[in-house]
T-cell receptor, first 113, second 111 residues
Framework: GAGVSQSPSNKVTEKGKDVELRCDPI?????LYWYRQSLGQGLEFLIYFQGNSAPDKSGLPSDRFSAERTGGSVSTLTIQRTQQEDSAVYLCASSPPARETQYFGPGTRLLVL | SQQGEEDPQALSIQEGENATMNCSYK?????LQWYRQNSGRGLVHLILIRSNEREKHSGRLRVTLDTSKKSSSLLITASRAADTASYFCATDKAAGNKLTFGGGTRVLVKP
């Protein structure tokens, strides 16, 4: 079946602009995660959605970052007023109910000029 | 912040040799997983070992876990050029929870 998909694959933006990154999880997966991978910080957790529960936002680095998950499926990560340090690969993952394995999408490579 | 530290950071071996990498973590865990990443994009799950397990095998992969030392190792036997990738350990504190990743080991398998 289809895996986790993310769009766009690559995004180049200018400092100060807003960007939206999209994640389509595997159908039936109740948990959805966003991570960021950058040269200096490695792989970092950003935010986690589980079913209808309130999301765990503890990894969001600033209030410029926000995420939504509509209808328990698609998720959008929004970065407002982008900064150069936001340049990274943003990875989305999903997992089925009661399972720990996470299935990752190919990521969105964001470059802020 | 990084929970785990991995060593070595990079490893270069010949095809057919074994590759061993280690991961250490700082806090108690529910389970520990290993993932592979090719070309800096999506991660692929390799194997999961629970906190009450000490060793696990999957094909050419062998994982050990020592909770007293807060460490794990991943052994890839009879390596192939296709095993060239970065390998990450990841831990979680509860089932279905967020993962905390180590810094990764870059493995190069030369044909």
């Amino acid at each position: 079946g289809a895996g986790v998909s993310q769009s766009p694959s690559n995004k180049v933006t200018e400092k100060g602009k807003d960007v939206e990154l999209r994640c389509d999880p595997i159908s039936g997966h109740t948990a959805l995660y966003w991570y960021r991978q950058s040269l200096g910080q490695g792989l970092e957790f950003l935010i986690y959605f589980q079913g209808n529960s309130a999301p765990d936002k503890s990894g969001l680095p600033s209030d410029r970052f926000s995420a939504e998950r509509t209808g328990g499926s698609v998720s959008t990560l929004t970065i407002q007023r982008t900064q150069q340090e936001d340049s990274a690969v943003y990875l989305c993952a999903s997992s089925p109910p009661a399972r720990e394995t996470q299935y990752f999408g190919p990521g969105t490579r964001l470059l802020v000029l | 912040s990084q929970q785990g530290e991995e060593d070595p950071q990079a490893l270069s071996i010949q095809e057919g040799e074994n590759a061993t990498m280690n991961c250490s973590y700082k806090t108690s865990i529910n389970n520990l997983q290993w993932y592979r990443q090719n070309s800096g994009r999506g991660l692929v799950h390799l194997i999961l070992i629970r906190s009450n397990e000490r060793e696990k095998h999957s094909g050419r992969l062998r994982v050990t876990l020592d909770t007293s030392k807060k460490s794990s190792s991943l052994l890839i036997t009879a390596s192939r050029a296709a095993d060239t990738a970065s390998y990450f350990c990841a831990t979680d504190k509860a089932a279905g929870n967020k993962l905390t990743f180590g810094g990764g080991t870059r493995v190069l398998v030369k044909p």
